[in-house]
């Protein structure tokens, strides 16, 4: 490109830019918006925004913002002029009126790398029809008939290969779990496997991509995410063919496996374009989320011996009943449902821990709320951290104490998967994966951290050490030997 050409390309991207944000000044003037400061042109407050933070805060950003304007308030943000919402009774609103007065609308480069049948940035008639051929893999039944089972069978895979002393990275042992479950139960690929390992490998790369800077350019996270996506959407497409080769009657001797890519090929109407963009973003949601999660609760665990303790009691129990009955065999339904206050320390861990920070959305008309006007095209952020951290909401919001959801109704003021139309489709595969993990972990281990480390809200969550840590083996329980039962058949 000719220099005089870069020249008129940033004059005229400056200008659109000055012009815009004075277009928004100008309608800030007719519109009783919410206080709060628009900050530089284009960039507006962005960077100060996603400045890393302990998760278990609500950052530097928020809190003098909130102090200064309330919990409502105005700010430029990825680019555009955006509610930020921190108020309990908005965001609820927000999630609820999805579809009618706000719209889910993430930013350009995360439809670049999830694709745009990706169900995080479909909207209307096409995310229905996704959502629920989603539900349908985690629905209920399948829950108790399958997926119990399934969990189970991975949790033991990994504990069974813990040893004594040694000292390894949490949030690495729990993605392992949490992505050969969904591995094996979408596209049937075997743990251990170099193909797995292969395309786990691949979905690190397309993480950090998901979260950078969209710049495309040679070197660039997001460059490097762009080919991992491709590369996924490669092996996803084999798996397709090698399906489509099966039933064509081909090789009409191997029954064909009831995973969920198979079941989408024969149930749905949808093209291959977006039956792999639909397995890619649900292979993705479907791990690093959940991973996070449980890593978060050996991390608050660790500080927390009476919780440990009384989790303990509770699977011991569990364990015992099942020992007294004669049952040999894994966990079931009703077992789950026993596991009362192990319910109490997930809920707590999702509320101090934050794995979603806040969602996107942006508002399809002029809306009022508590007499502010969200004028129509802004963008919206409800932050659920803030809402989780907020004295009003929770008593004591920095401690964790899992007794809180004993003790008191606190489910009106928690939102860690989100609410209405979009509430998370994998909201109780993700409880029951931190349950039946957690109940094999207490009854066979006691940890320690090793390193300090804490999780970081990037704004995406993560360990930066990978929460190192090192095991003691329990002995003299029967789940002991489950477990090592478990992991002699499978040889790990
Ligand atoms: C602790 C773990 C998890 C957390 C905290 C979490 C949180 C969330 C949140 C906040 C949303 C809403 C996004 C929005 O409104 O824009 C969401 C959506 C979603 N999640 Fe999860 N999630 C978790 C685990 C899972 C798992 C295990 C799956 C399984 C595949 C899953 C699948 C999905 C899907 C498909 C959506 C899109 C729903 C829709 O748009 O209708 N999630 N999740």
Not at 112 to 134: A, E, P, Y
Not at 180 to 186: F, T, W
Not at 301 to 320: F, K, N, S, T, V
């Amino acid at each position: 490109m000719e220099e005089t050409e870069l020249f008129l390309l940033l004059f005229s991207a400056i200008s659109v830019a000055i012009l815009m944000w004075r277009a928004m000044k100008r309608e800030r003037k007719f519109q009783k918006v919410p206080p709060g400061r628009m900050g530089w042109p284009f960039v507006g407050e962005t960077l100060a925004y996603l400045k890393p933070h302990p998760s278990t805060s609500m950052g530097e950003f928020m809190e003098q913002h909130i102090s200064r304007y309330g919990k409502i308030f105005v700010s430029n943000l990825f680019g555009e002029p955006t509610i930020v919402s921190a108020d309990l009774g908005l965001n609820k609103f927000i999630l609820q009126n999805e579809g009618k007065l706000f719209e889910s609308s993430y930013p350009k480069s995360i439809e670049g790398i999830l694709g745009k049948w990706s169900m995080l940035v479909l909207v209307g008639d096409m995310h229905r029809n996704m959502r629920i051929l989603s539900l349908n893999f985690m629905s209920n039944t399948k829950l108790r008939v399958h997926l119990l089972h399934e969990i189970e069978k991975h949790t033991l895979l990994v504990l069974g290969a813990w040893r004594e002393k040694q000292v390894f990275s949490a949030k690495e042992e729990a993605k392992k779990f949490t992505f050969n479950l969904m591995a094996e139960n979408i596209v049937s690929m075997k743990p251990g496997k170099p193909e797995t390992e292969s395309l786990k490998r691949e979905y690190i790369t397309f993480m950090k991509g998901v979260i950078s800077a969209p710049i495309n350019l040679p070197g660039t996270s997001y460059r490097r995410a762009l080919q991992s996506r491709k590369t996924i959407l490669g092996v996803l497409e084999m798996k397709m063919e090698e399906k489509k080769m099966r039933t064509n009657g081909r090789e009409p001797e191997i029954e064909e496996e009831e995973d969920f890519l198979g079941w989408v090929m024969k149930q749905s109407d949808l093209s291959s374009e977006q039956i792999l963009d639909l397995i890619l973003s649900l292979l993705f949601a479907g791990h690093e989320t959940s991973t996070v999660a449980i890593t978060m609760a050996m991390y608050f665990l660790d500080g927390c011996p009476r919780a440990i303790e009384q989790l303990q009691e509770e699977h011991m129990g569990i364990a015992r009943e099942k020992r007294e009955k004669g049952e040999s065999s894994g966990l079931n339904w009703e077992d789950y449902k026993r596991m009362e206050f192990t319910h109490s320390v997930i809920n707590e861990t999702l509320r101090l821990g934050n794995v979603v920070q806040f969602v996107h959305r942006k508002a399809l008309c002029n809306v009022q709320f508590k007499g502010y006007d969200i004028p129509r095209g802004w963008k919206v952020l409800p932050v659920f951290a803030a809402v989780h951290l907020d004295p009003l909401n929770h008593h004591k919001p920095h401690h964790f104490n899992p007794w809180r959801w004993q003790d008191s109704n606190n489910s009106s003021n928690f939102m860690p998967f989100g609410g209405g139309p979009r509430l998370c489709a994998g909201a109780d595969l993700a409880k029951l994966e931190m349950a039946i993990f957690i109940h094999h972990l207490v009854l066979n281990f006691t940890w320690e951290v090793t390193e300090p480390d804490i999780p970081t809200a990037f704004p995406f969550i993560d360990f930066p050490k990978g929460l190192p840590i090192t095991v003691h083996r329990l002995s003299s329980n029967t789940t002991s030997t489950i477990l090592e039962r478990e992991t002699t058949a499978t040889g790990s």
